[in-house]
């Protein structure tokens, strides 16, 4: 039985800041590679970032490449996503995962709206 449990989205202006967290339980967290996904109205699901087991590889999508940053911290079993220079197009509810995601594992997400 796995748990995910995101947290820290919010309002913000374009140009802002936010550290998004993923707190996972069930699981040995330091085993698997991590994801950030999100969904904005209308649109699919779509891949954010990725983090390997130790935390030495990641991979981003290009739309948030050189403003976004994920790390894990294996002792806390949580995942992190800073997102810097926030643009409007970053509206989307935020959801972590194992990467690649296993279907049963989505949750609620987080909810990030970024204003003009």
């Known amino acids: 039985q796995v748990q995910l449990v995101e947290s820290g989205g919010g309002l913000v202006q374009a140009g802002g800041s936010l550290r998004l967290s993923c707190a996972v339980a069930?699981?040995?967290?330091?085993?698997?590679?991590m994801g950030w996904f999100r969904q904005a109205p209308g649109k699919e699901r779509e891949f954010v970032a990725s983090i390997g087991w130790s935390g030495s590889i990641t991979y981003y999508a290009d739309s948030v490449k050189g403003r976004f940053t994920i790390s894990r911290d294996n002792a806390k079993n949580t995942v992190y996503l800073q997102m810097r220079s926030l643009k409007p197009d970053d509206t989307a509810v935020y959801f972590c995962?194992?990467?690649?995601?296993?279907?049963?594992?989505w949750g609620q997400g987080t909810a990030v709206t970024v204003t003009s």
């Open positions: 069930g699981r040995i967290f330091r085993n698997y590679a």
């Open positions: 995962n194992q990467q690649p995601p296993l279907i049963a594992y």
